[in-house]
Nanobody
Framework: QVQLVESGGGLVQAGGSLRLSCAASGSISEILGMGWYRQAPGKQRELVAFISSGTTTDYSDFVKGRFTISTDNAKSTVDLQMNSLKPEDTAVYYC?????????????WGQGTQVTVSS
């Protein structure tokens, strides 16, 4: 089992910044990727940013140039620096980790952290 603990959400004015952090613990054998998704009320969960194999980074178009993801596989952490926040960025942000153990791939989700951007 793998546990994810997120921190750093909160309330910020439009144009402001927040930094989200996520730390994984537990039975972690091989990390395949770590990243962030978000879910706004009434909407489906969507990708924000994800790093695979420690090198390949994917950003959704709506955050390119504003958000930066970084990981430390040795520490099993992933951070999301969010700048120039907009009211439409308001959502619950979830950390996700993909791991491989004994040839089987698993993924785990954090509990979510609320980000609210006021106009």
């Amino acid at each position: 089992q793998v546990q994810l603990v997120e921190s750093g959400g909160g309330l910020v004015q439009a144009g402001g910044s927040l930094r989200l952090s996520c730390a994984a613990s537990g039975s972690i054998s091989e990390i395949l990727g770590m990243g962030w998704y978000r879910q706004a009320p009434g909407k489906q969960r969507e990708l924000v940013a994800f790093i695979s194999s420690g090198t390949t980074t994917d950003y959704s178009d709506f955050v390119k140039g504003r958000f930066t993801i970084s990981t430390d596989n040795a520490k099993s952490t992933v951070d999301l620096q969010m700048n120039s926040l907009k009211p439409e960025d308001t959502a619950v942000y979830y950390c996700k980790i993909d791991v491989r153990s004994r040839g089987t791939r698993y993924h785990y989700w954090g509990q979510g952290t609320q980000v609210t951007v006021s106009s």
